[in-house]
């Protein structure tokens, strides 16, 4: 279950890997709590919306509300009885449920996102209060260790299991019709907001001396600021913002490259993404995720987030020689060896 489908990653990973439960013939509900949806929802997945969040629950958000909410979600869970409960961004409601095997899907790495805040101490004793002692899936190793050792949590249970991907569909989505911006171009999609750090990404790009034009595909409040660093840089003419694209597919495909810029994800699905569309990945070693993804001779395009010199390099590198992405660069993220490992669950 999750609060809505509007957004980026995670509700896209949460669809696919319901989808490829399904596929695998498991009865699967996707439970919203809120009538908000922007993904497109694979053919045969049941999506049941509980409207449990709605303008009311919102202004009063109080414990109680949340007790309330949970006790309509245990209804849905009592008529379905699943053997298997998935709870995803939607925590402050799901940790109030009793089910006995609910597990806590983690898609972020808190601790980076805070590292620096007054927030942080509050936020991870906020963690600990909703996760100790509760079955923990993490969305990569990095995540698994921050949540343990740099959080704190005690968990009843943890395990990494990687988001499932199919390519077929990814592969079919980017042979749709798109009006292309340049015949050769990089390529940034993520929401215009401070983490996804487009402030790093046009000056290594503005450092890099290169003529090939980037594309920001995305949206979100930064984006006044965003124009603003691409006039003060002189990049006008190079930097093309294209806003959101609920396909972005057919962008990512024709791309010399995908860059990201990142100060902290979970695990990135655009990096795995773009690989299984061939198209290949400069990125900061944030935590977490990127290493994980960008292995092998792919390694070389990871950069520390903080030396904007080395970045600039590596995209200068990608643009004279892009690297030939292969099965075995992201194999261990498809479906046929995720999947086993969710219904081992």
Same mark, same amino acid.
């Given at each position: 279950m999750i609060s809505d489908l509007y957004g980026g990653g995670a509700e896209k990973s949460l669809l696919y890997?319901?989808?490829?439960l399904r596929q695998h013939g498991n009865d699967v509900k996707v439970f919203i709590l809120r009538d908000r949806i922007e993904q497109q929802i694979p053919e045969g997945l049941e999506v049941i919306n509980l409207a449990v969040i709605t303008k009311t629950t919102k202004a009063l958000n109080s414990v109680l509300i949340e007790k309330w909410q949970a006790s309509r979600i245990a209804k849905a869970l009592d008529q379905f009885q699943p053997d298997v409960v998935l709870s995803c961004s939607c925590d402050k409601i799901t940790?109030?449920?009793?089910?006995p095997n609910l597990y806590f899907w983690i898609k972020s790495d808190i601790s980076a996102r805070f590292q620096n805040s007054p927030k942080r101490d509050k936020v991870f004793a906020r963690?600990?209060?909703?996760?100790d002692h509760r079955k923990v899936v993490a969305v990569s190793h990095g995540v698994?260790?921050?949540?343990?050792? @740099?959080?704190? *949590?005690?968990?009843?249970?943890?395990?990494?299991? =990687?988001?499932?991907?199919?390519?077929?569909?990814?592969?079919?989505?980017?042979?749709?019709?798109a009006e292309l911006p340049h015949e050769d171009y990089f390529i940034h999609i993520g929401a215009f907001t401070p983490v996804k750090r487009h402030d790093r990404l046009l000056r290594a790009y503005k450092?890099?001396?290169v003529t090939t034009p980037l594309v920001l595909l995305g949206k979100g409040g930064q984006e006044t600021r965003i124009r603003a660093l691409i006039d003060e840089l002189g990049l006008?003419?190079? @930097?093309?913002? *294209?806003?959101?694209?609920?396909?972005?597919?057919? =962008?990512i495909q024709a791309a010399k490259a995908l860059i990201l810029t990142s100060d902290s994800e979970g695990l990135p699905r655009v990096l795995i993404e773009a690989l299984m569309l061939n198209t290949p990945v400069v990125s900061v070693d944030c935590p977490s995720g990127p290493r994980e993804i960008l292995t092998q001779e792919l390694a070389d395009f990871l950069v520390a987030p903080?030396?904007?010199?080395?970045?600039a390099d590596a995209i200068k590198r990608m643009d004279q020689a892009p690297v030939k992405i292969e099965a075995r660069h992201y194999e261990q993220f498809l479906a046929e060896n995720v999947i086993p490992q969710f219904e081992a669950l």
């Open positions: 890997t319901a989808d490829g940790q109030h449920l009793k089910h963690q600990r209060r909703q996760y698994e260790k921050s949540l343990l050792e @740099v959080v704190g *949590l005690k968990p009843a249970e943890i395990r990494t299991i =990687y988001n499932p991907y199919d390519r077929a569909p990814f592969v079919k989505m980017a042979q749709e019709e450092a890099s001396g006008q003419d190079q @930097v093309t913002v *294209l806003g959101y694209r609920t396909n972005p597919y057919p =962008y903080e030396n904007e010199k080395s970045l």
